[in-house]
Nanobody
Framework: QVQLVESGGGLVQAGGSLRLSCAAS????????MAWFRQAPGKEREFVAR??????YYAGSVKGRFTISRENAKNTVYLQMISLKPEDTAVYYC?????????????????????WGQGTQVTVSS
């Protein structure tokens, strides 16, 4: 069992920055792939970024603006967001899943992740 708690969301103007944190507890943190998803009102949850085995992956819409990083000693994964846009407004979720789970359904599928945090709201004003 893995418990995930996100923090760091808030209200920011377009062009601003935020850093989200996801603190993990429970089973061995380092053995899981970690990811960030987001969900805007009326839309499906969508993949944002993933850290797995030292390799990072990003959705095209955030590549070059968002950076996912991981600090195993603190059991924490981060999402640094710069040059934020109003379309980045969403609830951001941290997720964890077995590294090999993504082989069958892909890293962008919610089905690749077994554990989810409660979400943190990010609002970008224009």
């Amino acid at each position: 069992q893995v418990q995930l708690v996100e923090s760091g969301g808030g209200l920011v103007q377009a062009g601003g920055s935020l850093r989200l944190s996801c603190a993990a507890s429970g089973r061995t943190f380092s053995s899981y792939a970690m990811a960030w998803f987001r969900q805007a009102p009326g839309k499906e949850r969508e993949f944002v970024a993933r850290w797995s085995g030292g390799t990072t992956y990003y959705a095209g819409s955030v590549k070059g603006r968002f950076t996912i990083s991981r600090e195993n000693a603190k059991n924490t994964v981060y999402l640094q967001m710069i040059s934020l846009k109003p379309e980045d407004t969403a609830v951001y979720y941290c997720a964890a899943g077995p590294i090999m789970a993504a082989v069958a359904v892909g890293i962008r599928s919610v089905s690749s992740y077994d554990y989810w945090g409660q979400g943190t709201q990010v609002t970008v004003s224009s």
